[in-house]
Structures are given as C-alpha cells and as structure tokens.
C-alpha cells in the first residue's frame, strides 16, 4: 500500500497565497513547510509501504529520507492528479499538503477503509466541499480529467464520476483543508502540537508585535 502526497515545493510567493493577508508570501511558505513536514511524517508513520511525493518544484530539506519523489507535471490540478497515480500500481491513497492535522493513526484507517471486502475506492469530503483524499485498490485513468476542481460541488463531482466509473466506493471522515486564514486558526487550534500549529502561533504572534 502507498500513500500519495500531493504537493509545491514550498517557495514564498508560490503556496498558499490565499493566507496573504495576514501572512506575508513568506510567512505563508513557513505555514506550508510545517504542513508538509506534518504530512509526510504522518504518512511515513503509516505504516505504508511507500510515500510517493508528487511534486512540482524540487525537495528540499524538509523532506525525509526514502520518500519517493516524482515529478508532479504539467497542466491542469486534474492532470496532475492523474500523472501522480502512475508512480503507483496500487492499492494507494493520495492526499496534499493542506490537512496537516491528519495523523499516522488517521492515514492507517484510510487503508484499511480501502482495504475492506467490496470497496474499490474511498474518497473523503472536505468541509469546502471539495475533498480532501482519495484511495483506489488499482489506479483509475479516468478518474480525475474533465472535474472541476476549487467549487463548492468539487467533492460530489468526484464522487459522482467514481461511481459513473462503476467503482463502489467508501466514504472517509469530513476534514477541514486549510486555504484561508480562518481554515489555519481552526486547525491550529483543535491540533495544537503540529507543527503547522506553532507555526501559525508564531504567525500570531508577529500580528501582535505589530499592533
């Protein structure tokens, strides 16, 4: 089983515009770098048997020895997606880099979800209305090209093109992505020991000694 990471190379001006303001574009490359550490170690803590790191950019030092990492390509979020699940055969689940709350142990429950008799896919909703990951026993072509991507109606798409795929498919628990300011303070707040955490406090705090 592999899990599949999603992700920019996190260079100011690049990731997470969209906390800008408050953050600074660098500020927001330090928010993205602890969400991607967090990930990737919840992903290597796993349990599975390899991380794939789609990317577009190139590592960096936050990201840990025995990923595997592969080029994200070009075009479209749905034909990145796609290009990232040939670097697997199968069964994977694929997430990104905004739900640094996500633990070992949530990733683990994932896989077994995919894993259970009769399930071909797993998909789960985020709060946005988009969706947060996916996980299938044997990559689907077909799966993401032509769904729009960044709507409210995203996560029923997706889902609604697994199902037309004739896939049956397991629903995993609602998270919350983190694209807004308001997303980092909720997720910061209800996983204060990530790292994403102390990087939003110290965000927090550069807010107050400006005031």
Do not use: N, Y
Not at 152 to 170: E, F, H, S
């Amino acid at each position: 089983m592999d899990v599949i990471v999603l992700a920019k190379e996190p260079v100011a001006g690049r990731v997470k515009t969209r906390l800008c303001p408050p953050c600074t574009p660098e500020t927001a490359a330090d928010l993205a770098t602890a969400a991607l550490v967090d990930t990737l170690e919840a992903a290597g803590a796993s349990g599975a048997d390899r991380v794939v790191l789609a990317l577009d950019g190139r590592p960096g030092p936050w990201c840990p020895p025995g990923v595997v990492v592969v080029d994200q390509g070009e075009g479209g979020l749905d034909r990145r997606l796609t290009r990232a699940w040939t670097a697997t055969a199968g069964p994977a689940v694929q997430i990104g880099m905004d739900t640094p709350q996500l633990t070992a142990a949530d990733l683990a429950g994932c896989m077994t979800c995919l894993l259970a008799p009769g399930v071909d896919a797993v998909l789960g909703p985020a709060a946005d209305g988009g969706w947060w990951a996916v996980g299938f026993r044997r990559p689907e072509p077909g799966a993401f090209l032509g769904v729009p991507t960044s709507r409210p109606d995203t996560g029923r798409r997706q889902l609604r093109r697994l199902r037309d795929l004739g896939l049956a498919v397991g629903t995993l628990p609602e998270r919350t992505d983190v694209d807004t300011w308001a997303d980092a303070l909720t997720v910061a707040s209800s996983h204060p020991r990530t790292r994403f955490a102390a990087a939003v406090r110290a965000q927090l705090a550069r807010l107050e000694a400006v005031r």
